[in-house]
């Protein structure tokens, strides 16, 4: 690699929650997890036939709720753990240089190696990038040019985690 790609991110409770939602969204959509919120959808279809049949409604109140935490409530929880984590742990703002090299991702003298990194996602926003303790969300501003995020992200697929 001829010269290291420099990011700068500003950890902060607000870029946690974007990227959380970010890759949750993603998420949702392109793994096996939404065939779940499929089946819950069914089971509440015959729930409802069981309802109007045979009068029995546990069925239904309980594939009702399965659905609605699925499709509305999972997020909302998920949202909270995140905001109560970044209250306890007192991080307000903090700007952080990360820096990629030929051995990986490094910032602040520790170093994320390329098996720890297990996918990268761009989004219209930016870099989505999951390691084995975070996720992290490079927006575009966090590059200093178009072509450094390109850069990072042809990187990025060379290495296989460009998804």
Same mark, same amino acid.
């Given at each position: !690699?001829?010269?290291?790609?420099?990011?700068? %991110?500003?950890?902060?409770? /607000?870029?946690?929650?974007?990227?959380?939602?970010?890759?949750?969204?993603?998420? !949702?959509? @392109?793994?096996?997890?939404?065939?779940? &919120?499929?089946?819950?959808?069914?089971? =509440?279809?015959?729930?409802?036939?069981?309802?109007?049949?045979?009068? =029995?409604?546990?069925?239904?109140?309980?594939?009702?709720?399965?659905?609605?935490?699925?499709?509305?409530?999972?997020?909302?929880?998920?949202?909270?753990?995140?905001?109560?984590?970044?209250?306890?742990? @007192?991080? /307000?703002?903090? /700007?952080?240089?990360?820096?990629?090299?030929?051995? &990986?991702?490094?910032?602040? &003298?520790?170093?994320?190696?390329? /098996?720890?990194? %297990?996918? =990268?996602?761009?989004?219209?926003?930016? =870099?989505?990038?999951?390691?084995?303790? @975070?996720?992290?969300? %490079?927006?575009?501003?966090?590059?200093?040019?178009?072509?450094?995020?390109?850069?990072?992200?042809?990187? !990025?697929?060379?290495?296989?985690?460009?998804?």
């Amino acid at each position: !690699m001829s010269k290291p790609v420099e990011i700068r %991110f500003t950890w902060s409770k /607000e870029a946690a929650v974007k990227a959380s939602k970010l890759y949750y969204d993603w998420d !949702m959509k @392109h793994s096996s997890k939404r065939y779940i &919120g499929w089946f819950f959808i069914a089971l =509440v279809q015959f729930a409802i036939v069981g309802a109007l049949k045979h009068h =029995v409604f546990g069925l239904l109140y309980l594939s009702t709720f399965l659905v609605i935490y699925w499709y509305y409530i999972r997020w909302y929880i998920r949202k909270r753990m995140i905001v109560r984590y970044y209250d306890r742990s @007192h991080i /307000e703002n903090k /700007e952080v240089l990360f820096t990629l090299t030929d051995e &990986g991702l490094s910032y602040e &003298g520790t170093l994320i190696d390329w /098996e720890h990194i %297990f996918k =990268v996602v761009k989004f219209d926003d930016g =870099v989505l990038l999951q390691t084995l303790n @975070h996720t992290l969300f %490079f927006e575009k501003d966090a590059f200093r040019s178009y072509d450094e995020m390109q850069r990072f992200l042809s990187i !990025m697929k060379q290495q296989g985690k460009l998804l």
